[in-house]
T-cell receptor
Framework: DSGVTQTPKHLITATGQRVTLRCSPR?????VYWYQQSLDQGLQFLIQ???????AKGNILERFSAQQFPDLHSELNLSSLELGDSALYFC?????????????FGPGTRLTVL | GNSVTQMEGPVTLSEEAFLTINCTYT??????LFWYVQYPGEGLQLLLK?????DKGSNKGFEATYRKETTSFHLEKGSVQVSDSAVYFCALSDLAGAQKLVFGQGTRLTINP
């Protein structure tokens, strides 16, 4: 158990809908990262927050947004869903911004868009 | 930009065989290098890491050495077990890249008894 929790574990929805994925980082970790894992794109970085502020953006679509709340949990919002958004979404957390710090991954949310 | 290339999979070996999974990287700065493992139905777990040239990371019998001259970080294990069956990801993290992890495509390893 990494200490990172993600809910829900599975999500099945229809095209055009909007969903929210939730992540609670390990106790004390200030940095949260979101990654998308799909068969064709592999594991890709989406966005990073540190202590409530956005720090970096990767290949995140404009239909996707995220935020980190004062209690440090984070939410990833996906809207106007398309079939191609079906993927496994991981949240990870780390203590600081140092690049040698380990990132601890949650178990993921599997999103299926029908 | 930064990138990681792993050997093509899947890889199938017999128990007690020697394992090598090749990983090379391209980075503009001085990255830290990682191997993560993903067991079926689970998230990623850090297997080992190295933060500077010539460092050797090791864990659970796995080893990898940070080779700056060949920009490589190959994963090795002398005698694999059935329980090592998983997907292995090589990754780098660079301060210039905002600490995000850049992953290779993953290598699926199956160990037969």
């Amino acid at each position: 158990d990494s200490g990172v929790t993600q809910t829900p574990k599975h999500l099945i929805t229809a095209t055009g809908q909007r969903v929210t994925l939730r992540c609670s980082p390990r106790s004390g970790d200030l940095s949260v990262y979101w990654y998308q894992q799909s068969l064709d794109q592999g594991l890709q970085f989406l966005i990073q927050y540190y202590n409530g502020e956005e720090r970096a953006k990767g290949n995140i679509l404009e239909r996707f947004s995220a935020q980190q709340f004062p209690d440090l949990h984070s939410e990833l919002n996906l809207s106007s869903l398309e079939l191609g958004d079906s993927a496994l979404y991981f949240c990870a957390s780390s203590l600081t911004l140092l690049n040698y710090n380990e990132q601890f991954f949650g178990p993921g949310t599997r999103l299926t868009v029908l | 930009g930064n990138s990681v290339t792993q050997m093509e999979g899947p890889v199938t070996l017999s128990e007690e065989a020697f394992l090598t999974i090749n990983c090379t990287y391209t980075a503009t700065g001085y990255p830290s290098l990682f191997w993560y493992v993903q067991y079926p139905g689970e998230g990623l777990q850090l297997l080992l890491k190295a933060t500077k040239a010539d460092d050797k990371g090791s864990n659970k019998g796995f080893e990898a050495t940070y080779r700056k001259e060949t920009t490589s970080f190959h994963l090795e294990k002398g005698s694999v077990q059935v329980s090592d069956s998983a997907v292995y990801f090589c990754a780098l993290s660079d301060l210039a890249g905002a600490q995000k992890l850049v992953f290779g495509q993953g290598t699926r390893l199956t160990i037969n008894p």
